[in-house]
Every structure is written in structure tokens, then in C-alpha cells.
């Protein structure tokens, strides 16, 4: 799809948010940042491709120190920057965009379980974008809002009061994105039932829960036979000697068991991600459910995203 492609209310947005990217741009070049936040704004970010969420930065932070730069501009002569720039498109694209940002940070924040989150949160997406105003709702349930106003420079109930066309086109689209891009695992649906808090699976179809319970069957079947195969070689194979003995004791606290208990003595941030304490949950029924326990802990060990891993590499050059 073409910007020739797109209805001229559209054409509109991306134009604002091109010359949010140029004034940033301006912003950084000649050394900006300073001063705006010496006159109580925040630093302009700029955006990257390669990072999901340097958009929304880049107009939160434009929107957030609106007043001061133009201020600035004004007195470097250089207001053209600023003066065609629309305000209520750059606030209602925020509105739009902040659920998504509070769905990565959530899934990339803490060290706990995060797999289960992907499904959680591509359905809520789906159903936040439905409406402009069940957007601002989730906004509002979701995200301190009330803290992040006072930095807009305006009024941000007028300007976010209606949904504008060019707004709209945008939200549409990343519904119609959303849904074709992500393709959820049946895993991330594993995941989901694992969890204590969401097992009863709530908004997803009678088959996906069935297709789950049919895997996760499947999969405890695999681990008890060979768990049974396991024990069938051990009569059969030679004792251990008290070396290797003394070796399995020295690394049972890098064991799952021992790394749960760890986790959760530690657990005390209060992330979204980290209410959730399978250790606790899975030691207390791991003598009744002793396969579903092992399996639990094989899918939970899976990152929902690789963010955190690559950021490491990056860090080291």
C-alpha cells in the first residue's frame, strides 16, 4: 500500500507525524535537547526501525514539550518547524499507540513467566481497537494517564474528545495488522491455561481450548513414557559412584525446583508480569500432578520475545 493509496484525511497524519520527525531531527542536530529540558521539558527522542517502540517515544515526548520548543524556535527564527504541525493528530496517535507500548514493556519488563502474556494481550488488543473510546478506557485503566497530562501542553480531554477521520483510517489499520501478522502458538495458549489466574481461558473459541487440552495431553503423555523408559534403563545400568553422587547434589541449586524458590523469594517488584508466581503454584501440587508440573515448567521457560537477549549482545558490542 501506497501513501497514494490512503484517503487524504490520512495523507493529513502522515504528514504531521513526518514533521514531528523533522523537527526532532532539527531538535538534535543543533543541540536543543538541553534547553528544553532546563525550561521543564523532556528530551526529544528520535524514531529507529529497528525499535518497536521509538514512534511512540518520538511523539510522546514532541507532544509533552510542545510549548517549549515552539518557544525555542520562535527565538532562533525558525517557527516554520513548528507552525503546520497539528497537535490533536499527535495526541490521538499516542492514545492509539500507548496500549501497544504498555503490551511490550509489560511482556519485556521482569523475570518472570512472560509466554502466557502474548496471547493475553493480543486479545485485549484486538478488543481495545475496536473503538476509539474503548481505547481510552483501556489508556485509562491501564496507564497512569493523569501523571503523563501534566507535561501536555494543552487540553488533552478536548483534544482526544473525538476520534479523527485520519485517526480512525490509522486505528482500523492496526486492527486489520494485528490480525494478520500475529500468528499466536498453540503454546502461547498452553502457557495461558498454566497460568493459575487465567486457566479458564475467557474470549478464545471452544476449538482453540480444545486443541490446547489435546496438546498439553499430548505432551504429558510423551513425558511419562519416557520418564517410564528412563527408569526401565536405569535397572539396568551400573550405580553411580559416589563421585558423580557427590557431583548431582553440588549442582541441584541449578535445578528448576531450586531456581523456582529463588524466584520466588525474590519476587517483590510488583510487575504485571511477576504477580504471577508459578513456583509457588506448581510446588504445591507437583506431588498431584507430577507430569503437568514438568511440562509446566519446560513452556514457562520460554521467553515471550528475544528483546532482552539481543539488547545484552548489543550492550557488548
Same mark, same amino acid.
Given at each position: ?6 484517503? $487524504?484525511? &490520512? ?61 525555542? +524556535? ?24 500507548? $496500549?501497544? *507500548? ?12 512472560? +509466554?502466557?502474556?502474548? /496471547? ?13 473510546? /474503548? ?29 479523527? $477521520? ?35 481461558? *475467557? ?22 513414557? *519416557? ?6 534403563? &536405569? ?8 563421585? +558423580? *553422587? ?22 517483590? /517488584? ?9 513456583? &509457588? ?8 500432578? $507430577? ?8 513452556? +514457562? /521457560? ?16
Amino acid at each position: 500500500m501506497s501513501v497514494d493509496d490512503v484517503p $487524504p484525511e &490520512t495523507r493529513q497524519v502522515l504528514f504531521a507525524m513526518k514533521q514531528a520527525k523533522k523537527l526532532v531531527k532539527y531538535v538534535k542536530l543543533v543541540g536543543l535537547n538541553q534547553q528544553v529540558k532546563e525550561n521543564g521539558g523532556v528530551t526529544l527522542y528520535q524514531s529507529t526501525i529497528v525499535r518497536w517502540l521509538s514512534l511512540c517515544d518520538l511523539l510522546e515526548s514532541v507532544v509533552k514539550s510542545f510549548k517549549i520548543i515552539r518557544k525555542l +524556535l520562535i527565538g532562533k527564527e525558525k517557527q516554520r518547524l513548528i507552525i503546520d504541525l497539528n497537535l490533536q493528530y499527535l495526541k490521538q496517535l499516542c492514545t492509539i499507540l500507548k $496500549p501497544f *507500548k504498555h503490551a511490550i514493556v509489560s511482556i519485556q519488563i521482569g523475570g518472570a513467566p512472560s +509466554l502466557y502474556l502474548a /496471547s493475553m494481550h493480543y486479545a485485549a488488543l484486538k478488543d481495545v481497537l475496536q473503538s476509539f473510546e /474503548s481505547v481510552k478506557k483501556y489508556n485509562e485503566e491501564n496507564i497512569d494517564v493523569k501523571k503523563e497530562n501534566r507535561s501536555f501542553d494543552d487540553s488533552t480531554d478536548d483534544d482526544l474528545e473525538q476520534e479523527l $477521520p485520519g485517526i480512525k483510517w490509522f486505528r482500523e489499520r492496526l486492527l486489520v495488522l494485528l490480525t494478520e501478522m500475529i500468528v499466536l502458538d498453540i503454546r502461547h495458549v498452553a502457557a495461558t491455561f498454566l497460568n493459575p489466574r487465567y486457566r479458564s481461558l *475467557k474470549k478464545l473459541p471452544d476449538y482453540v481450548k480444545e486443541q490446547c487440552f489435546q496438546y498439553i495431553r499430548r505432551k504429558i503423555r510423551q513425558i511419562r513414557e *519416557k520418564q517410564a523408559q528412563q527408569q526401565h534403563q &536405569t535397572q539396568f545400568s551400573e550405580p553411580q559412584n559416589k563421585r +558423580l *553422587k557427590v557431583e548431582k547434589d553440588f549442582f541441584a541449586r541449578f535445578e528448576s525446583a531450586s531456581l523456582s524458590e529463588e524466584f520466588a523469594d525474590n519476587n517483590t /517488584s510488583g510487575n504485571e508480569t511477576e504477580e504471577y508466581d508459578y513456583s &509457588t503454584f506448581g510446588k504445591k501440587h507437583q506431588e498431584t500432578f $507430577p507430569f503437568l508440573s514438568k511440562y509446566a515448567r519446560s513452556i +514457562l /521457560s520460554i521467553p515471550a520475545t528475544r528483546t532482552n537477549v539481543e539488547r545484552e549482545f548489543s550492550a557488548a558490542g
